[in-house]
């Protein structure tokens, strides 16, 4: 109880110190804290400005629920074949998930940065723009990894639980190239997306036809012949279909260049005015305490 007692006592003793030390030097804290909110405003304004490119998307689904159901009959009927064939009812989304994890992977996200000829853009320091090289003395050249690395904290994918939606956004200094990455990136996406239906298509076609001429079952052959349809549907779908996997339902656009993502300006001056004051306050105790009394 007396430890308490003590506590309490040092804690007001502490607060009186303080209010007497901002009572006596307001002028100080004031000074203070303008200082630091100006100067925290001055590096706002120094700081190189971030843009956002944002894009909304929404599964591409309509028609491949179709086609899905119409293959559910004859799946039934030849489940082994279509397992062994590469064709099945995983769901649409199953397939939107894909979709999200292809676009985050690596080895997507490096043949977007070598065919756009991003490394300069991530590593302006280490590129000599005049030359077109990256600079003479270098310890290291950025390797692709690292540029993966880099542009995966730029970039942010999202979907919302309810509505299905999902953004997709960068972050880059330039709010013209925020966007057009952002853009480039889904129409890299549906591209892949296509070419993996293709593939897959194609090789399951050849799968079935093999089986078809081996097999002499009417009802297979017609089961058979039902996989044999959905697959040439999945293959038009894709030949036609440029938003193949997610469709655009608000395109990215460049950001107006005086609405950045960050540095907040209010805010950095706030943090100043606040941090200043603490600051000053400070200032002002350890001036109280050497005040001879």
Same mark, same amino acid.
């Given at each position: ?24 030097? /307001? ?235 960050? /540095? ?27 005040? /001879?009394?």
């Amino acid at each position: 109880m007396i430890a308490r007692i003590d506590e309490r006592s040092e804690s007001s003793a502490g607060m009186d110190v303080l209010f007497a030390a901002v009572r006596r030097r /307001p002028l100080l804290v004031f000074v203070f804290s303008i200082a630091f909110g100006v100067a925290f405003g001055v590096l706002a304004y120094l700081t190189t400005p971030t843009y956002r490119g944002v894009t909304i998307l929404a599964p591409a689904d309509l028609e491949k629920k179709g086609m899905s159901s119409g293959l559910s009959s004859a799946l039934g009927a030849v489940g082994g074949f279509a397992a062994l064939a590469g064709i099945g009812l995983g769901g649409n989304d199953y397939a939107t998930e894909e979709a999200m994890e292809v676009i985050k992977s690596e080895q997507f996200t490096e043949g977007f940065i070598q065919d756009n000829n991003l490394m300069p853009e991530l590593f302006p320091k280490a590129w000599d723009a005049q030359a077109g090289h990256w600079k003479t003395g270098l310890k290291k050249i950025p390797s692709l990894g690292a540029a993966y690395r880099r542009f995966n904290k730029i970039r942010k994918m999202t979907r919302d639980a309810k509505s299905g939606l999902i953004t997709v956004q960068v972050d880059w200094k330039d709010p013209v190239k925020a966007a057009d990455w952002t853009n480039r990136l889904i129409e890299r996406l549906n591209d892949e997306m296509r070419r993996r239906a293709l593939n897959q298509a194609e090789a399951s076609m050849g799968y079935l036809q093999s089986e078809l001429a081996n097999t002499a079952d009417v009802s297979t052959r017609e089961a058979i012949g039902r996989l044999m349809e959905g697959q040439i549907k999945q293959q038009m779908l894709a030949h036609v279909t440029k938003e193949y996997a997610l469709q655009v339902v608000d395109k990215a656009l460049p950001a107006d260049i005086d609405a950045p993502v960050w /540095p907040i300006k209010i805010l950095y001056v706030a943090f100043g005015l606040f941090f200043g004051v603490m600051v000053g306050m400070g200032v002002a105790v350890w001036g109280e305490k050497r005040r /001879p009394h």
